[in-house]
């Protein structure tokens, strides 16, 4: 049975921005290794759209980005979205029912299945099907944007703290 996990880089004051702040090149090397051994990703449609930037090939990526985007084109997706009526490459269109679909996909894969985004996290942990949580702590303060826990806080149990490099340190929690 597959792990249902959600991890983002976040600052210091709880919010996700990818356009206010990006991985230094550790961490980066990091979400690479990540990207390679995950069962796969479930995105919803906005950070979806984000992500298909990984479809193409960009001449100017260095070596580094060129890796990610062959992980993140290799993993299988599932995209849950009620207006996208059709996904990219090795993608899979998620309408109807969301808790049947990842309760089955949970159940027919093994490893770590990665959720993208605050918005489909919340969905998912309000229907307890997130197994774990990783915050990738960031030392920036935005003040706004998008909090990483989009709803509700759920009862959590720190299980593990990592320094990822000088700045950033990973904690993973499970529900309690």
């Not at 909090?147 to 000088?166: K, M, N, Q, V, Y």
């Amino acid at each position: 049975m597959a792990k249902l996990v959600f991890g983002m880089m976040q600052s210091l004051d709880g919010y996700v921005d990818h356009m206010d702040f990006a991985p230094g090149p550790t961490l980066f090397r990091h979400f690479i290794e990540d990207v390679r051994g995950l069962a796969g990703s479930v995105y919803g449609r906005r950070m979806y759209e984000v992500m298909r930037y990984w479809d193409d090939d960009h001449p100017e990526w260095d070596a580094d980005e060129r890796a990610f985007a062959a992980a993140w084109q290799r993993q299988p997706k599932w995209v849950v979205s009620r207006t996208l009526e059709s996904v990219g490459p090795n993608a899979t269109l998620v309408e109807g029912d969301l808790e049947g679909a990842i309760r089955a996909l949970k159940a027919e894969r093994d490893g770590e299945i990665e959720v993208a985004g605050p918005d489909l996290a919340r969905s998912l942990t309000e229907l307890g099907l997130v197994d774990e949580y990783r915050l990738y702590l960031c030392p920036v303060v935005l003040g706004r944007g998008k909090p990483f826990f989009a709803g509700p806080r759920p009862p959590l149990r720190l299980t593990a703290s990592e320094r990822i490099d000088e700045h950033v340190i990973r904690l993973t929690y499970v529900p309690a």
